[in-house]
C-alpha cells in the first residue's frame, strides 16, 4: 500500500525542512511482489544514486510504516555487502517513521490501541495478514513459516544491529505498533551503546504514521 503519489506531501515536507533534494522509489509491492522483491528494489535504487555521483555517507534513508522496516533492512544489506566487498557503503543516517518494527510482533500495545488506531490487528494466524501477504503468501502457517519469519532481514530486533548509522525513530503512543517499535528502539541503543545518536521521539495520542494528517483538520 502507498507508493510515490501517497507521500508525496510528506516527503515535500522532509524536502522543504531540511534543504536536502529528495528521491522517492516506486518499488515493487507485495502480494504481488512477496519480500525480498522490496529489498532488491531499494539496493538497486541506492546503488543507482552512488552510481549518479552521490557517496553513501551523503544519504540519508527515510520511510514510513513498512518502508522504515524496509530502511532498517537496506541498511543491514549495505553493511553485509561492505564487510564482504571492503567499501563503504554506511548511509549518512535513517528516519523512520512508526517503522514496522519486523514479522514477529507480540506487544500488548497491538490490542491495546486498537480502539484508537486506524490500522487493525488481524492475527496472523490468516491468510490475509499482513505479515502473511508480505512474505511468501499462501504459504502455510506452521512451525517452519515461524522459524523464517524470526530472520533478521524480517524482524530486524532479532538480529545484530551494531553499526547502525544515526538514526531518529517518530512514533505515536496510540498506535498499535508502539511496544514493539519501542523494542526496536531499545535493541538499537544496545547494540550501538558508544553512541548518542540513536533518537526515538514519542507524540502522545497520535496514531500510525500520524505524520500524513499534519495538514488535515
Not at 112 to 125: C, M, Q, S
Not at 134 to 158: A, M
Request: charged share 20%; hydrophobic share 40%; aromatic share 10%.
Amino acid at each position: 500500500m502507498g507508493g510515490p503519489s501517497s507521500h508525496r506531501e510528506v516527503l515535500g515536507k522532509m524536502t522543504e525542512c531540511s534543504k536536502l533534494r529528495s528521491f522517492i522509489i516506486d518499488y515493487r509491492l507485495a502480494p504481488k511482489h512477496p519480500f525480498p522483491a522490496q529489498l532488491h528494489d531499494a539496493f538497486i535504487a541506492f546503488q543507482y544514486l552512488v552510481k549518479q555521483g552521490f557517496k553513501s555517507h551523503n544519504i540519508v534513508l527515510a520511510g514510513d510504516s513498512a518502508g522504515g522496516h524496509l530502511c532498517v533492512d537496506l541498511v543491514l544489506l549495505l553493511r553485509h555487502i561492505a564487510k564482504t566487498t571492503l567499501r563503504q557503503m554506511t548511509p549518512a543516517g535513517v528516519i523512520l517513521l512508526s517503522p514496522l518494527p519486523g514479522m514477529h510482533m507480540h506487544g500488548a500495545s497491538l490490542h491495546k490501541n486498537a480502539v484508537y488506531d486506524y490500522l487493525w490487528p488481524t492475527p496472523i494466524e490468516w491468510p490475509t495478514s499482513p505479515i502473511r501477504l508480505f512474505y511468501k503468501p499462501g504459504q502455510k502457517y506452521d512451525d517452519e513459516y515461524r522459524k523464517e519469519i524470526c530472520d533478521p532481514l524480517l524482524t530486524p530486533v532479532l538480529g545484530d544491529l551494531s553499526e547502525f548509522p544515526p538514526t531518529i525513530i517518530q512514533s505515536g503512543s496510540s498506535e498499535i505498533l508502539i511496544d514493539d517499535i519501542r523494542e526496536l528502539y531499545v535493541k538499537l541503543k544496545l547494540d550501538n551503546p558508544e553512541h548518542g545518536w540513536i533518537q526515538w521521539e514519542e507524540y502522545p495520542e497520535m496514531v500510525h504514521v500520524f505524520h500524513r494528517f499534519l495538514n488535515r483538520p
